[in-house]
Every structure is written in C-alpha cells, then in structure tokens.
C-alpha cells in the first residue's frame, strides 16, 4: 500500500547547488503534504509543509511545491548545505482539519551534499 | 525549545516478554501519537490519542498493542507479548491539536531475541 512515494532512494548535490526531492501520492483524500528531516537515531524533524489550496510554500532555503493535478510534490533546497545531508520523508495527510494529524509517510530520500 | 522525550533509548528483550515504551509528550499539546520504522522501511502510523481515548489506529495496532496516559505527562505503550516483527525504531509524537504538526520524539529503538 504505497499511498506515497518517493521513487529516488538517493540522491547526491554539490553543495551551493539546489536539491530536488520529489514525492508522488496516489490518495486524492490527501490534503495537507509535510517533509521531514531525518538524522541517523534521531526522530523525524519537521521542515516545511503545505495545504493543498496552495501550490507553493517558501520558508528560508527550502521552498514546496505542489502540482495537485499530478499529484506530485517536490522539495527544492537552495543553496544545498553539508549540514542538509539526511534522510528526507514525504507525509500526508487526509485529516489536517480535526480528527488527530495521522501521516502516511514515504519510504524516503538520503541527500547528500558534497564539498 | 520543547521537546518530546522517549525512554529508554534502547530496549532488549526476548520474544513473548511484555514490554513498556514511555514518552514524556511537549506539556501543551493535547494529541499523542506512535509510530515506528522497521530498519529498511517507512515509518508507519500505529495510533492516534486524544482526550484519553484513541481516536484512530493502523491495522498494526492489533491486541497485542496499547497506550496509555497513566498521569500528567507520560504517554506510553505496551505490546503485550512480542514478537521477532516488532524490532523496530518507536517513535512518539505529539501535537497542539489535531491541526497541527506533529513533533516526533527521538525514538526507542526495541530489539526482540
């Protein structure tokens, strides 16, 4: 039951350029798209998110974008860091709006920025 | 800045053995949650907790699985007897309200023998 996916185990970016994440859903009932960050035996740290009545959010390097119609999203990072090398999960949900934030999480992304 | 607390950081124990994973929630929020990660895998939603009910489980949660919020600050869950399948990464998280973005404790890693 692959609801998210992010179809690219890995992914390698110089550092000062720009990385892409990318995410695809297949549950139309979603409407609200998290990323997180995660650190080998740390928890999941919140980055960004966006409402599916948006196609973009911005905060500092990181930028989302939504494209509801393909169902996909993307997480842009620039300029890409060392510090930004981790694992980085795709979420969504279907309950942004009560009922408790139950998140389908994708099988991830590990980044790594190179000097 | 606040942050969710799970203990311990690691846990052994032999199959069939009951075990309790505590978290100690951000003091404010009002909505706990489990998740875990088998090593390899995505990390998967077990239960949701609000108003000293569960408000929505996974199809993971079965019998064997329960929480509680014995007092004030701890949110815990039992597996009653465990099995090989349930190593794995425990994630506790917790929210403001329903609306809001989960914040995941750093995890307890379980390790059945």
């Known amino acids: 039951d692959q609801q998210v996916k992010q179809n690219s185990p890995s992914l390698s970016v110089q550092e000062g350029r720009i990385s892409i994440l990318n995410c695809d859903y297949t549950?139309?009932?979603?409407?609200?798209f998290l990323w997180y960050k995660k650190y080998p035996a740390e928890g999941p740290t919140f980055l960004i998110s966006?409402?599916?009545?948006?196609d973009k959010n911005e905060d500092g390097r990181f930028t989302v974008f939504l494209n509801k119609s393909a169902k996909h999203l993307s997480l842009h990072i620039v300029p890409s860091q060392p510090g930004d090398s981790a694992v980085y999960f795709c979420?969504?949900?279907?309950?942004?709006f009560g009922g408790g934030n139950k998140l389908t999480f994708g099988t991830g992304t590990q980044l790594k920025v190179e000097l | 800045e606040p942050e969710v607390t799970q203990t311990p950081s690691h846990q052994v124990t032999q199959m069939g053995q009951e075990v309790i994973l505590r978290c100690v929630p951000i003091?404010?929020?009002?909505?706990f949650y489990w998740y875990r990660q088998i090593l390899g895998q995505k990390v998967e939603f077990l239960v949701s907790?609000?108003?000293?009910?569960?408000?929505?489980k996974s199809e993971i949660f079965d019998d064997q699985f329960s929480v509680e919020r014995p007092d004030g600050s701890n949110f815990t869950l039992k597996i009653r007897s465990t099995k090989l399948e349930d190593s794995a990464m425990y994630f506790c998280?917790?929210?403001?309200?329903?609306?809001?973005?989960?914040?995941f404790g750093q995890g307890t890693r379980l390790t059945v023998v």
């Open positions: 003091s404010n929020h009002l909505y």
């Open positions: 998280a917790s929210s403001e309200s329903g609306d809001r973005v989960p914040i």
């Open positions: 549950n139309s009932m979603f409407d609200y």
């Open positions: 979420a969504a949900s279907a309950s942004r």
């Open positions: 907790f609000y108003n000293n009910e569960i408000s929505e």
């Open positions: 966006i409402s599916s009545i948006k």
